[in-house]
């Protein structure tokens, strides 16, 4: 039964469960299509077994094909081409956007293990098997953007200059339109995916999160206005692209302050600290 099993996340996916289980442990399992790859619907199928008998766990996906790495990961050792399917050209060059060679990724191996990699491992059906599953989650992984001048940003940047994933800036907004273009998937269930999801899921940890996830009386004013038929996301893999902001989205209120004001951003400081 093992060796019929691909060197995926799907058995390091069955070990948490377990481990998790034995000492009752909420277990929150980040980006199932990237780490399952083409086991997705075996790892969807896990979580919800686990979730019939009690145990508390949630799986979590992003809407990209593509993932943020760098050099030196484990999984992209010599070898990888066989582990995740895939050639050095699904390799790109975070910086620059240019694709590895074999002769290329070996050097840099030596020359500089830690670069900043994108890896193009995914299909479409694995992302759709999850954002269909009833119970998921959307996580944006969103990571430092890299800027000529270094990898932080400041209110002086002007959008597009950030080079890196594409979802630190289009996840939320390209979530709402695929659900625009599925009618398999509805408006509300991927609005849940994004908000009462994963608040109810760490509320009980992070007391602060019980107000917030949802619309009601007495709950923090974060709030996203959006325009149903028209939001879309604007960051592409494309150098340049990277980083530009989500368009159909004219409000914006974080904790009360209003950060987005008729679609222009007002470079404020609203948000607050979440700690359990």
Not at 5 to 10: A, K, T, V
Not at 49 to 58: S, T
Not at 61 to 74: I, R
Request: net charge negative; charged share 25%.
């Amino acid at each position: 039964y093992l060796a019929q099993i691909p060197p995926s996340g799907y058995l390091g996916m069955e070990e948490m469960l377990h481990v998790a289980n034995q000492h009752d442990i909420p277990l929150y399992l980040f980006h199932i299509p990237s780490n399952c790859l083409g086991l997705t619907k075996q790892c969807l199928d896990l979580i919800d077994a686990a979730r019939e008998k009690g145990q508390k766990v949630v799986g979590e996906f992003y809407p990209y094909q593509y993932a943020g790495t760098y050099v030196d990961a484990d999984y992209l050792k010599p070898g990888y081409q066989d582990r995740l399917g895939i050639e050095a050209k699904d390799v790109i060059v975070t910086s620059t956007g240019e694709p590895l060679t074999d002769e290329k990724f070996d050097e840099l191996r030596t020359s500089n293990p830690r670069m900043d990699l994108l890896m193009y491992t995914m299909k479409e059906e694995y992302i759709m098997e999850a954002f269909r599953r009833p119970g998921t989650v959307v996580g944006s992984d969103a990571m430092p953007y890299i800027f000529k001048d270094g990898m932080t940003g400041d209110w002086d940047k002007p959008f597009g200059a950030g080079n890196g994933h594409a979802r630190g800036a289009g996840t939320h907004a390209r979530i709402l339109r695929m659900a625009r273009e599925n009618d398999d998937i509805s408006l509300m269930d991927a609005i849940a995916k994004m908000t009462i999801g994963p608040a109810s899921f760490i509320e009980d940890y992070a007391p602060q999160m019980r107000i917030r996830g949802r619309l009601r009386e007495g709950a923090a004013a974060d709030i996203t206005i959006f325009n149903p038929k028209t939001v879309t996301d604007n960051a592409t893999a494309k150098i340049g692209e990277n980083s530009l902001p989500s368009t159909g989205i004219p409000y914006v209120i974080v904790n009360g302050v209003v950060v987005v004001d008729d679609s222009k951003v007002q470079r404020v400081n609203a948000g607050v600290a979440i700690r359990n």
